[in-house]
């Protein structure tokens, strides 16, 4: 998506289903990693990425710099170097009547941070599964990483008043590296549910114990639903590689 010695850069687009709504906040969630070669060319690690949200479709000849801000943007510095698929998350306030996205490195390359650096630096991400759903608050969070967690993007938790952590949750489980569904955080008696793709139930328990291993689940994508006592469930997507 950057290329330092060449003014080329890629981007993509995509439109929502409904236009957005003015003064509400929106969470949105995607897939991305990072390709080891395009091209023949190995690929660099980088952090420029994000994704603009407007009311008009938008056209870019890849020769310049889109002149957008984006609402959804990956912290300076924070390279992604996975080379599997990691979920981001983020949310912003929109403005009223966005439809359309453009994802894509919003900042030159002298703004870019490259691993390793390099003048001749060339990095190529790829994107994958788009969720953009209402957020019943007013308050913008940002992207952060859990330092216990590399590969889990998580928003922090800014619910005023709660004396409990947020749950830590893993959206990534592989029988080669975390393959034990280890959520951080766990209080005694949560009730677990994962559904897969075509909504049939795979796995329940209602005294959760941090168990779960990826050797008992196939490949693919599942929805989870977190259930405790008192509190409002919490749902999400765990993806399973094999």
């Known amino acids: 998506m950057a290329d330092a010695t060449i003014p080329n850069q890629e981007y993509f687009s995509g439109k929502l289903v409904l236009p957005l709504k003015r003064g509400k906040k929106y969470c949105v969630e995607y897939y991305l990693k990072r390709g080891t070669a395009v091209y023949g060319v190995e690929n660099w690690a980088s952090d420029g990425f994000g994704i603009y949200f407007s ?26 170097y996975d080379t599997s698929w990691i979920a981001m998350s983020g949310s912003f306030i929109a403005e009223g009547g966005e439809r359309y996205f453009i994802v894509g490195n919003f900042k030159d390359a002298d703004q870019t941070t490259f691993d390793p650096p390099s003048p001749y630096a060339s990095t190529y991400y790829f994107f994958d599964d788009f ?12 992207i952060e990483i859990d330092p216990l967690l590399p590969h889990q993007h998580l928003p922090p938790d800014t619910a005023d008043g709660n004396p409990e952590l947020p749950l830590i949750i893993p959206n990534l489980l592989s029988v080669y590296g975390n393959s034990i569904w280890q959520i951080g955080n766990l209080q005694p008696n949560t009730e677990v549910t994962l559904y897969n793709a075509l909504g049939q139930l795979v796995y329940h328990t209602v005294y959760y114990a941090n168990n779960l291993h990826a050797a008992e689940l196939a490949a693919g994508m599942y929805l989870y639903r977190i259930s405790r006592a008192d509190k409002e469930d919490v749902i999400g997507k765990l993806v399973v590689i094999r």
Do not use: A, H, R
């Open 131 to 142: 969720s953009v759903w209402y957020c019943d608050s007013t308050t913008i969070t940002e």
């Open 55 to 80: 009311q008009d479709s938008l056209v870019n000849d890849g020769c310049c710099l889109p002149p957008y801000t984006p609402q959804i943007k990956n912290p300076d510095g924070n390279v992604i």
